[in-house]
């Protein structure tokens, strides 16, 4: 199966991000390879254009706002405030790798893909991490007189 593989051409964007994520004893040709063959799976299991797939995942696994501890009086606050832009991809792209080596397939590429596939439906491990982050951003919301 023929699949675009270099991503590297142009400006810095989200696959890039996630090459740069996924490198390892500054082994970065090797994080490509990962990427093309979890793009390969991912494109095998939905039939999509996997870079459309990936971007989608991402969005719906970054968080828009998350909780900053604040000593006031002698006891600390959680405060929730909004995230920049690059915390966001980075949060998310750093939970979408820690729970996809958590999943139960064989490989890291059977999991990242699974993974991401997961997330781009709106569900798994990843998911949840951004769900239970803005439970508790709503729960600490009377505290944003404190910021």
Not at 75 to 85: G, M, Q, R
Not at 86 to 115: D, F, G, P, V
Request: proline share 4%.
């Amino acid at each position: 199966m023929k699949l675009k593989t270099n991503y590297r051409v142009g400006k810095p964007n989200v696959i890039n991000l996630f090459v740069g994520c996924l490198v390892r004893d500054g082994n970065k040709s090797r994080s490509e390879r990962i990427r093309n063959e979890v793009f390969i799976i991912v494109k095998q299991k939905l039939f999509k254009a996997p870079a459309f797939v990936f971007k989608k995942a991402i969005e719906n696994l970054k968080p828009e706002v998350t909780v900053k501890t604040k000593k006031i009086g002698g006891v600390l606050y959680k405060i929730p405030c909004l995230l920049p832009t690059y915390q966001k991809y980075s949060l998310a792209m750093r939970w979408l790798i820690t729970c996809a080596k958590k999943r139960n397939e064989r490989t890291l590429k059977e999991r990242l893909a699974a993974e991401i596939v997961d997330a781009y439906a709106g569900k798994g491990e990843a998911y949840k991490n951004k769900v239970e982050l803005h439970k508790t951003v709503l729960s600490n919301r009377p505290f944003l007189k404190y910021n």
